[in-house]
């Protein structure tokens, strides 16, 4: 066995190791890195403030840090404050739906001429059985209190990143006694932060409008929990091509219970798909560029792999996670294939220096 075979097995079996690790560790993990994404937004959208024409470079750093803090921590307060309002109101409209639910079914059964069938009184009860939508709506609502939990152990993980953010550069010099090695180091985190700061704080700006937008046509339409479902839209945007989908797809199924007459679920259906489409096909490039460099595939492979080790977690990291092994990859010459075919466009951003061997 050669030696490139023998680090080759070598490799895939760390990996193995790695994903058991952070699967079975994933309750303490997952908040860590949602932590780490936080700061990164947080850090992007203090540059963004930077670039802001006029008052931006007058601006001192720790107002900005300030600001660009209050406002992640106001979004995500009001967001969880929504939820915890509207949970009264979905548990007394679940029978609605409910009744919504046999309507349809009804409906169904009258154009399939299966109303008369011997079979499908017992059928059709054996279906409701299975389908609570009270129990349901209770049951989802009621885990609440685990999601606020989580979201109090992510901003604290985020608010002490933030303060060792000051000695990361003196840590980071420190890392290595070659300075050659110690300044590569430097290059591919600063890369990373760069790449994955811009990432997420547009990403999270284009949330935010996509949000708006979309409550202001369900609001129009008189669709129930217009916010709610608004909120639910801004965060699958963090999700690519699949978050899109599930963000026409939910509204639209809550129009269906709620109005059950074509007209206004085709306006829900077209007005949801015309305003992701037009943000997600001309705003978000325009923004983006080719910033991330990722092959459509690895996106849906990673978003595969991930969500397979993390669940939901997983899909929503996927992409910054992949942004950081492309990089990483990149600067090893046993990886650095990997990386190239990870990319969208095979160049990578170290194609003038040499990996390391």
């Not at 409008?209 to 699958?236: K, T, Y």
């Not at 560029?289 to 990291?317: E, Q």
């Not at 910054?320 to 090893?332: D, G, L, W």
Request: aromatic share 10%.
């Amino acid at each position: 066995m050669t030696d490139r075979l023998q680090a080759s097995v070598s490799v895939v079996i760390l990996l193995l190791i790695v994903g058991w690790v952070l699967y079975i560790g994933r309750t303490v993990f997952v908040p860590m890195v949602f932590g780490i994404i936080a700061v990164y937004v947080i850090v992007g959208f203090t540059r963004l403030l930077e670039r802001t024409p006029v008052i931006g470079e007058r601006m001192p750093i720790q107002l900005r840090y300030a600001l660009s803090a209050f406002v992640i921590a106001a979004g995500i307060f009001l967001a969880v404050d929504m939820l915890v309002e509207n949970y009264d109101a979905l548990v007394a409209l679940a029978p609605r739906y409910q009744e919504s639910i046999l309507t349809l079914i009804q409906k169904a059964a009258v154009f399939l001429h299966l109303e008369t069938e011997p079979t499908w009184d017992s059928l059709r009860r054996d279906m409701l059985a299975q389908f609570n939508v009270q129990a349901l709506v209770a049951s989802m609502l009621t885990s609440l209190s685990s999601v606020i939990v989580d979201v109090f152990v992510v901003l604290l993980y985020a608010s002490f990143l933030l303060v060792e953010q000051r000695t990361f550069n003196e840590k980071l010099a420190k890392i290595s006694s070659n300075s050659a090695n110690a300044a590569r180091i430097k290059s591919v985190v600063t890369d990373i932060n760069r790449r994955i700061g811009a990432y997420l704080a547009l990403k999270t700006l284009l949330g935010v409008v996509l949000g708006a937008i979309c409550w202001g046509a369900m609001r129009s339409v008189g669709l129930e929990f217009a916010g709610l479902w608004a909120v639910l839209i801004a965060l699958l945007n963090y999700v690519p091509y699949i978050g899109s989908v599930l963000g026409i797809v939910f509204p639209t199924l809550m129009s269906v219970l709620q109005f059950g007459e074509v007209n206004e679920v085709l306006i829900v259906l077209l007005s949801l798909t015309a305003i992701q489409f037009m943000i997600g096909n001309i705003l978000d490039p325009y923004l983006m560029g080719n910033s991330l460099n990722l092959s459509p595939f690895a996106i849906l492979a990673s978003m595969a792999v991930w969500s397979a080790i993390w669940g939901v977690s997983g899909a929503f990291l996927a992409v910054p996670i992949t942004v950081i092994v492309i990089i990483i990859f990149s600067e090893f010459e046993m990886t650095r294939p990997v990386a190239v075919l990870l990319s969208k466009n095979g160049r990578l951003n170290y194609d003038g220096n040499s990996p390391l061997a």
